[in-house]
């Protein structure tokens, strides 16, 4: 686990966001220690068109820690990107 850890932490994924021509919507836990709170705020800035969410009190695992906020959040996120590509 530790290894696997470390490879996401070395793994930046900015450049290739610009590749991405899809509507894209960012999702974290707010206390995500495997993908850091900046992280997290690099990939936004390096994507200031997709919205995002940080669920409260979440680390990395959501689908376990906080099913019911990751619904609603990806709810949310989805008609933010509804909205966009309507537009």
Do not use: F, Y
């Not at 990395?60 to 537009?87: C, F, K, M, N, W």
């Amino acid at each position: 686990l530790r290894a696997a850890t470390e490879a996401v932490a070395a793994c930046d994924l900015r450049p290739a966001l610009a590749e991405v021509r899809a509507p894209l919507g960012l999702l974290g836990g707010e206390d995500d220690r495997v993908v850091s709170t900046g992280a997290a705020r690099a990939l936004a800035a390096a994507r200031p068109d997709a919205p995002t969410e940080t669920i409260a009190g979440c680390g990395h695992v959501p689908q376990l820690e906080r099913p019911r906020e990751l619904i609603a959040a990806l709810e949310r996120l989805l008609e933010r990107l509804d909205a966009i590509t309507d537009s």
